[in-house]
Structures are given as C-alpha cells and as structure tokens.
C-alpha cells in the first residue's frame, strides 16, 4: 500500500494533456497545409491552458491574478476509539478546507457487507467551515477492527488538475465483548480470603444479616444495642440486648478459557485448516470462541459487581493471565485483555494446553470454557474439583448444528464425536464439576446452584 503522502500532490488530468496537445496539433496543421484559421482556432484553447497551468507558474499567476492552488484536503475520519459489540458507532468523515472544487470520498464500509459507498460533495473553500459526512454502523464482532479507510480525490474548478486518487490512514476502534446478561453472583468459596464482599457467611461478625440476638456482655458495641427488645424487659433482672450479624465476605474467581479450537455451527468447516480471514467472521456466524468470550465478560461483570476478584486466564498461553482485581476498572481491564489478546485459531489447531498452569487463591471460583473435544481439559477441571475449588465448566459449542451437504459419512463422525464429549461431561459431573450450557438463564441457574456443591478437603 502507497504511503499516505506519495500522491497527495495536484497534477494534471487526461483533460489538460489533451488542452495542451489540441493546439499544438493544430499550429503544426497549420504550418503544414498553410491554413492561418486552424492557427487562430487552437489559440484560445492554448492561452487557456496556459491560463489553467498559471496556477503553478510564477510568471502566469502574475498575469493571471489567479492565486496559487493549495495544499490538497487530507480528509480524516473521526468516531470512538472503544466501543462495546452490538452497539451502534457513528463515524464522521471531515472534508477540510481547500482550493479544490469536488471531492469524492469512499465512506466507511459497512461491517457486515464489507462495502462502502461513495460519494462526492462540493469542497469547502479556505474562508468556509469544514464538512462532515456522518456515517452509522452496528458492531456486531469483537476485537480490534479497522472501520474505515477515507481514500478520497480531489478536483480542481477548471477539472484539469486533480489530487489523488488518495489511501487515507486508517480509523481503527476497540471493540469489547459485550456483557450478554448480568447474571446473578454464584457461591461463596469453601475459605472466603476477604471481609469486604456482599456474600453472606455463617461466620458471626460485622455484618448485615442477623444471627441473633443475645444479653449484652463486656466488649459489644453501644450501636449494637437493640432498644426495642431492651425496652421491653421490665424487672428485676432487665438487661441491655444486642443483635449479632454475620460477616460478609467476598469471593475469588477465575475464568479460564480454553481456546485451542474456534468452532462455528457449520461442521464443515471444523476440518478448516487455515486460520479464519476477518471477511468469513460475518458468514460463520457465532463461533466457540465468540461465546466463551462472551460468557467470561457476563461472569466478571456479574461476580464483580458484588465486590469479588475476578481474574482471567488462557489455558494455551498462562504467561498472560490477568491476576484477580475487583472495581470497574478491573472490568474494563478485563474486556480489553479479552478484545485484544484472545486469538482465533484455525479449527485444526493442535495446541496444547500449558503444562504449568499458575497457583490460584485457595478455594477460589474456577469458571472454564472449552468445547471438550479432549480429555486434557477434563482432567484439568476434575483436579481442580479434588483440589477443593467450586468448578463450573460451560460448554461453548454452538447449537444447533448441521451437517449442511457433507453427506452420511460426515453425519456418522459427528456422532461419535458428539458421544465422546457427552461422556467427558458425565465424567466430569461424576467429579462433582458442574457442567453448564453458555445460555445465559441456564448459566445463572448453574451458577446458583454451585453454592450446594458439596465441600472437598484438598488431601481428598
């Protein structure tokens, strides 16, 4: 691709080389036929070139009077530089002032057709404001994508001296996953590290929910007081009352992606070895990778909006985990890490997970994604149940799927496939691993239910 600057310079047009060779054909007519008309007739059109060639000449400004053109319009496309999946961005192309007359410029394509259309406006002179061409577009995919490109050409007034055709810089945004539904937040873990969260404990303290109500004895609070059931003792033996609550406390949470195959619904094209182009995002539709990206901004936003630590890691590649933070600035950290590190492999990626996954905090909430096309994911998520962490593992497959042309023999191998990653999930239930679907009800519903998983010791 040329450089921004290579052929943003006014120069003629097939227009003016014809101007210039008109007259000269007809001088050289002229002298050869001896036809003094055909002279006086390519005359004007000669002073007329020179005239419209002034505008580059010392000599002809001065008998001219016209001032010399300008520097081109750079146009420029202006629009947020982070936007979330599934909203409406609106993208301002500027026309700046200039000498030209007419500008034609390629708007931003649309993401989901990939074209774009263009257009051509009267150019704002030097005293005029500037023009903008304000331009909508729904974003529908994740990551880092480039909006627009403002490739654009200028003409003159006389359209004998062009600048461009131009390749404008790129506009690029950030685009977050989106946060599907806010889920409720699931359990406690078995040892709550904090005291500052908003999940109820069994453990008596500084807290919201009441546990009882007892005689006051040295070392309570005065603000402890309950005066409505102190005020109805009367007697001998009356006595001050205080309520005891129970501490509230906060949970740790990981959320591990296991993104080694980027499935879509179409099974044909789990046999794709290439990795995928931006312009075949659109026609596979929403793939593996899509919705546990998905999943994992929903879960964080969920259990962070309750004051817990959520943090995040790539089972392929542990040397980027994002340690647990909580605030929504931690979210925000969040869906960035996953806009722009989490990659799209081909769907014959061979991986492997890591073999050392970093320690988490004890007893903290694991939260796997995967598609469970292999055992390794299984028997990572299974030891980390016998090591004594709540696990929830959500099945990102895409539903439903089909088959499309590929015949019986393709129908009959996603069979087995499908009965082999049924019976990793029953073996993981049989671990005590809950094992949900990514559809936002069933995923609140699994994550409720965590909380009457039942307790391991880590030597189990």
């Given amino acids: 691709m040329r450089p921004y600057s290579v052929r943003h310079v ?13 007259p000269v054909i007809l001088t050289a ?19 007329a070139a020179a005239l419209a060639h ?176 102190t005020a109805r003792q009367s007697g001998p033996y009356e006595t001050l009352y205080t309520r005891r609550t129970l501490v509230d406390a906060d949970a740790d949470v990981m959320c591990c992606m296991d993104n080694r195959f980027d499935l879509p619904a179409d099974v044909e094209r789990w046999s794709v070895t290439t990795e995928v182009s931006p312009e075949t ?16 901004s929903s879960v964080a936003a969920a259990y962070l909006a309750h004051g817990d630590r ?31 590190n989490t990659r799209r492999p081909s769907s014959g990626d061979v991986t492997r997970l890591a073999y050392r996954i970093p320690a988490f905090p004890p007893g903290a909430i694991i939260v796997v994604t995967s598609v469970f096309l292999d055992d390794s994911v299984t028997d990572l998520a299974a030891g980390w149940r016998r090591a004594g962490h709540p696990v929830l593992a959500v099945d990102v497959l895409p539903t439903p799927l089909h088959v499309g042309t590929a015949g019986r023999p393709m129908a009959l191998a996603l069979r087995v496939v499908l009965a082999e990653r049924e019976e990793r999930l029953a073996t993981l239930t049989g671990h005590g691993v809950a094992v949900s679907p990514a559809d936002p009800a069933q995923l609140a519903l699994n994550l409720a239910r965590l909380a009457r998983a039942p307790r391991r010791s880590r030597h189990r």
């Fill in 10 to 22: 006014w120069r003629p047009t097939p227009a003016f080389s014809r101007a210039v060779a008109l």
């Fill in 54 to 229: 002034g505008r580059h000449t010392s000599f002809a400004r001065e008998f001219s009077h016209e001032p010399a053109l300008g520097d081109p319009p750079r146009v420029t496309i202006t629009g947020p530089r982070q936007a979330d999946s599934g909203s409406h961005v609106r993208l301002a192309t500027t026309v700046p002032p200039s000498d030209g007359q007419l500008v034609t410029v390629l708007l931003p394509a649309d993401v989901q057709d990939g074209h774009g259309d263009r257009v051509a406006i009267l150019a704002p002179s030097r005293s005029a404001e500037r023009r903008q061409i304000v331009t909508a577009m729904e974003i529908t995919t994740w990551g880092t994508h480039e909006l627009g490109r403002p490739h654009h050409l200028t003409a003159g007034a006389d359209a004998l001296w062009v600048a461009g055709p131009v390749e404008g810089e790129p506009f690029t945004t950030q685009v977050l996953p989106a946060v599907t539904g806010r889920l409720p937040s699931g359990p406690l873990p078995p040892r709550p590290a904090g005291m500052v969260g908003s999940h109820r404990t069994r453990r008596p303290g500084d807290g919201t929910e009441l546990h009882e109500i007892t005689p006051f004895v040295p070392g309570d609070r005065l603000r402890r007081v309950d005066w409505r059931v």
């Fill in 29 to 47: 007519a002229a002298l050869i036929l001896g036809r003094v008309e055909l002279f006086l007739l390519g005359l004007p059109l000669a002073l």
């Fill in 310 to 340: 959520v943090g995040m890691l790539d089972l392929a590649m542990p040397a980027g985990m994002v340690r647990p933070g909580s605030g929504s600035r931690h979210l925000i950290r969040l869906r960035n890490h996953l806009a722009h």
């Fill in 281 to 296: 995002i659109h026609e596979m539709g929403r793939t593996s990778i899509d919705i546990a990206v998905d999943t994992v």
